[in-house]
């Protein structure tokens, strides 16, 4: 069995009852129950890594009460609780102590500690961080390949281009962007590690921009044999950076391809006779082969061709001048119902939910959530998509609403934490799925639950029905992409795994030759064309 047979991707396909109505798009929680903030993917990937051995042996399938009910009949029979019976049942160890990895602020001496600490009552090990050790050389900071600055706070890494000025001590002036140095050498080999950045860097996403320049800057200065350059790329961007009539016209156009007839298909054809527009085909597509584009190995690469499809859409079919936006949600890790991007004006994406008197706290066994009685989750009546813009796909999973941000998965600790840590793609994109229980949905998956209503961003199957899904999976996108970027010799072209969910049934291992599906969406594609956004059949960056 696989690695990533017992993780999972996002939210699972469960009945919890029957008779609700399903809420309008964009309804999330906003509820006072208040979840604190955990470093899951510390957690998490010594888990996963303590426990391969057991994770590629084949676990039973439980029968009876610990099944999962589901709400597809194509649902593969394995998919179940299996994970979790098999821990309560004591048959796998999860291994003890569990290690959690804490960043400490960095000595005088510019080195850090990782902190290895047991359950409550046993000690703790405090290793020494080899790459910030003494003894341990770093790029010079005016060096022809890349510059890295010490400070008294941490190490700061520049942008990934040698300036001969780069004289500051501080982190924000450290980030220096290839377009302002006075010289430039791209440094191609030395890669970022957790070790280079002090817990304040982290957690305040400082750390994050800065490896994301790193990256961008060692993409545009790439050479490559096709015809893209940093000069025709298309630029996304973060949503809150567009100016209000760029933002109207990105949601107009999104209105516009919901009023537009179907590519492939007829109308409500026989086939597909819940099919009435252009943007339903994305919403089919992605029901239609659920099981075979999450926990898969072409997960990340799949929706990467789904979103560049559908920006190409907005601009060919739609008139739409300007490029997809990304979400970037760490930014709202603390209050989702606050942001900006929900604010329900007309230059936003969308707004609360109507509140939902008296509904009772709901468990999900197999994700290990407790959804306690909300104040979200309702209908939206206000934003740009609160008119006319009805869903006719889905929902095919819970009929609850998402009543709590679940904001203790995508913070910068975690995306910074799953992106320098990780140097193996089977790490890599496990972690960001994350587990099948246990309360960690990984980066990819909280996403999904940041938004609401079943029949929108949290719905397995048809949450593209919510257009925040796509500002969701640009920002997934991206940080892959920047994963890529850090190390492109060895991880532009990597994959792991096969070609259905958790490897349920059992299927071959994916090669970067295989023909990847696309349905409704567009042509089918060779996965090796999919795997580099400055080349192959992309030419678009993040900044």
């Not at 450290?174 to 191609?188: A, R």
């Not at 799925?433 to 199957?461: A, M, V, Y």
């Not at 042509?523 to 080349?535: I, K, P, Q």
Request: proline fraction near 5%; glycine fraction near 10%.
């Amino acid at each position: 069995m696989h690695l990533q047979s017992l993780l999972l991707t996002l939210a699972p396909a469960l009945v919890l009852g029957q008779g609700t109505a399903a809420p309008s798009i964009g309804a999330f929680g906003n509820s006072s129950y208040a979840l604190e903030q955990e470093h899951y993917i510390a957690q998490l990937r010594e888990e996963v890594h303590s426990l391969k051995d057991e994770l590629e042996k084949p676990c039973e399938t439980p029968t009876g009460s610990n099944a999962v009910t589901r709400a597809s009949g194509s649902a593969p029979a394995t998919y179940t609780a299996a994970w979790d019976t098999a821990f309560d049942s004591g048959s796998i160890s999860r291994g003890t102590p569990t290690a959690v990895r804490s960043y400490p602020a960095a000595s005088s001496d510019g080195t850090a500690s990782i902190i290895l600490s047991g359950p409550s009552g046993q000690s703790s090990l405090a290793l020494s961080s080899v790459a910030a050790s003494a003894s341990t050389p770093y790029p010079s900071a005016s060096g022809t390949n890349g510059s890295a600055i010490a400070t008294a706070s941490g190490r700061v890494l520049s942008s990934g281009v040698s300036t001969t000025s780069a004289t500051s001590s501080t982190a924000a002036s450290s980030m220096t962007s290839s377009s302002s140095s006075s010289s430039t050498s791209v440094s191609s080999s030395y890669v970022p590690s957790l070790s280079d950045f002090t817990v304040a860097q982290i957690e305040s996403g400082e750390a994050w921009k800065n490896i994301s320049e790193l990256a961008m800057s060692r993409m545009q200065a790439r050479q490559t044999n096709g015809s893209c350059t940093p000069e025709n790329a298309r630029v996304r961007t973060e949503f809150r950076k567009m100016s209000n009539a760029q933002r109207k016209s990105y949601t107009d156009a999104i209105t516009c391809l919901h009023n537009n007839p179907p590519r492939y298909v007829e109308a409500a054809s026989d086939t597909y006779p819940g099919v009435l527009n252009r943007y339903d085909e994305y919403v089919a597509t992605h029901i239609n082969l659920t099981y075979n584009i999450h926990g898969t190995a072409d997960f990340l690469a799949w929706h990467r061709n789904m979103i560049h499809q559908y920006e190409t859409d907005l601009i060919e079919v739609c008139g739409y001048s300007g490029n997809l936006p990304y979400w970037d949600w760490a930014q709202d890790a603390a209050a989702v119902d606050q942001s900006e991007l929900f604010n329900g004006d007309e230059f936003s994406m969308g707004s609360n939910g109507v509140y939902i008197p008296d509904r009772n706290g709901t468990f999900l066994g197999l994700m290990g959530f407790t959804f306690p009685p909300g104040t979200g989750g309702g209908c939206v009546h206000s934003g740009p998509f609160s008119e006319n813009f009805n869903t006719s796909l889905g929902p095919l999973d819970s009929p609850y609403g998402n009543n709590v941000a679940n904001h203790q998965f995508n913070t910068y600790t975690n995306v910074t934490d799953l992106v320098l840590g990780e140097t193996q793609v089977e790490y890599f994109q496990s972690l960001m799925q994350g587990f099948l229980g246990d309360n960690k949905l990984g980066i990819h998956g909280g996403g999904h639950w940041l938004g609401g209503g079943p029949s929108q961003l949290e719905d397995f199957h048809s949450s593209p029905n919510d257009p925040i899904f796509f500002l969701h999976h640009a920002m997934i996108d991206r940080i892959w992409t920047v994963w890529q970027y850090l190390d492109i010799e060895n991880r532009l072209d990597e994959i792991y795994g096969t070609h259905t969910l958790q490897n349920s049934p059992a299927s071959a291992d994916m090669t970067l030759q295989d023909n990847v599906v696309f349905g409704l969406v567009g042509e089918n594609e060779v996965l090796s064309s999919l795997m580099d956004t400055y080349g192959g059949r992309f030419c678009y960056r993040y900044e």
